[in-house]
Nanobody
Framework: QVQVVESGGGFVQPGGSLRLSCAVS????????MGWYRQAPGKQRELVAI???????DYSDSVKGRFTMSRDNAKNTAYLQLNSLKSEDTAVYYC?????????????????WGQGTQVTVSS
């Protein structure tokens, strides 16, 4: 089993910053990708940023230039730096990862989600 734990959410005023962390642990062989998603009340979950093994990171247009995703592969951890926050960034932020994990017959890829961390931007 693999565990995905986010942290770092909170309450911040418009224009402020936050840093989210996502730690992946458990019975995994390697990580293929890590991504950040968010879901605002009454809206569908949407992709914020995604980083795949080759090092490329893609961002949604709504956060490009304000949010930065980074990874510490040695720690199986991803970070999301949120700058110049706006009220419309208010949402629960989820970490997603696709990993290779061991099975009784070899290995397989599987996707896991964290429990989410709340980010609230308000004056």
């Amino acid at each position: 089993q693999v565990q995905v734990v986010e942290s770092g959410g909170g309450f911040v005023q418009p224009g402020g910053s936050l840093r989210l962390s996502c730690a992946v642990s458990g019975n995994l062989i390697s990580i293929n990708s890590m991504g950040w998603y968010r879901q605002a009340p009454g809206k569908q979950r949407e992709l914020v940023a995604i980083s795949i093994t080759d090092g490329n990171t893609d961002y949604s247009d709504s956060v490009k230039g304000r949010f930065t995703m980074s990874r510490d592969n040695a720690k199986n951890t991803a970070y999301l730096q949120l700058n110049s926050l706006k009220s419309e960034d208010t949402a629960v932020y989820y970490c997603n990862t696709e990993v290779w994990e061991k099975t009784s017959y070899g290995k397989r890829t599987r996707t896991y989600w964290g429990q989410g961390t709340q980010v609230t931007v308000s004056s």
